[in-house]
Each structure stands twice: as C-alpha cells, then as structure tokens.
C-alpha cells in the first residue's frame, strides 16, 4: 500500500494513457516507474508494489547475487506478495553499485 505524502490518505491505482498512475482524492498522483512495475500474468496486468528505494534501499538485507549490468557481486533484495496469491512471493533485487533492479524468475 502506497500513501499519499500531501495529506496521508490511501492512493487510489489508475490507468491513464495505458500508463499506471497512482492518484489521490487531493489531487496528488504519481506516475513514476520506479514505483510501479507492471506485470503480465495470463493476459492480466497486474499492479505490483514494490518498497520505495529512495528512501528504504539501505534498511534492506544483502545478498550475494551478481548484477548482469555491472558485474558486481552484491545486491539488496526484498519480497513482494503478488495479489493474486496463488504465485508465492517473488524476489526483486537492487545492485548496490549501480541501483539496477531486476526480479527472480
Ligand atoms: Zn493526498
Ligand atoms: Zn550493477
């Protein structure tokens, strides 16, 4: 859950232009894709929340795990419940050198 840093209520998921939004009844919205990643699943999209870096990324537990960009060896990682329950959780990463995040298949 994503809450609106204006006024502190719940953003409410959007689609505008195909492009995913986050919007509050304040007027606040977000459109950022770092915060969003989209994913399709059997023809769904589904919306997936994800922790935001800027502000979490060095709270986050280390993991060996090499970067395909950069090479290096070490990576932040988290887990994401998906909505639809039935996937499990799934692992995203964030190379500690060069901020590049990718997801486990
Ligand atoms: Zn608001
Ligand atoms: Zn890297």
Same mark, same amino acid.
């Given at each position: 859950?994503?809450?609106?840093?204006? @006024?502190?209520?719940?953003?409410?998921?959007?689609?505008?232009?195909?492009?995913?939004?986050? =919007?509050?009844?304040?007027?606040?919205? =977000?459109?950022?894709?770092? *915060?969003?990643? +989209?994913?399709?699943?059997?023809?769904? %999209?589904?919306?997936?929340? +994800? %922790? *935001? &870096?800027? /502000?979490? =990324?060095?709270?986050?537990?280390? +993991? &060996?795990?090499?970067?395909?960009? @950069?090479?290096?060896?070490?990576?932040?990682?988290?887990? %994401?419940?998906?909505? &639809?329950? *039935?996937?499990?959780?799934?692992?995203?990463?964030?190379?500690? /050198? @060069? #901020? #590049?995040?990718?997801?486990?298949?």
């Amino acid at each position: 859950m994503l809450f609106c840093p204006e @006024c502190g209520k719940l953003l409410m998921p959007k689609e505008e232009n195909k492009r995913p939004k986050l =919007v509050c009844a304040c007027g606040y919205s =977000v459109t950022e894709k770092d *915060d969003l990643l +989209i994913e399709e699943t059997l023809g769904k %999209v589904e919306k997936i929340e +994800i %922790v *935001d &870096a800027r /502000k979490e =990324v060095n709270t986050l537990p280390k +993991i &060996a795990q090499e970067c395909q960009k @950069c090479g290096n060896k070490e990576a932040f990682y988290w887990t %994401v419940q998906t909505r &639809a329950g *039935d996937e499990g959780e799934t692992r995203f990463f964030q190379c500690t /050198k @060069c #901020n #590049n995040r990718w997801r486990e298949y």
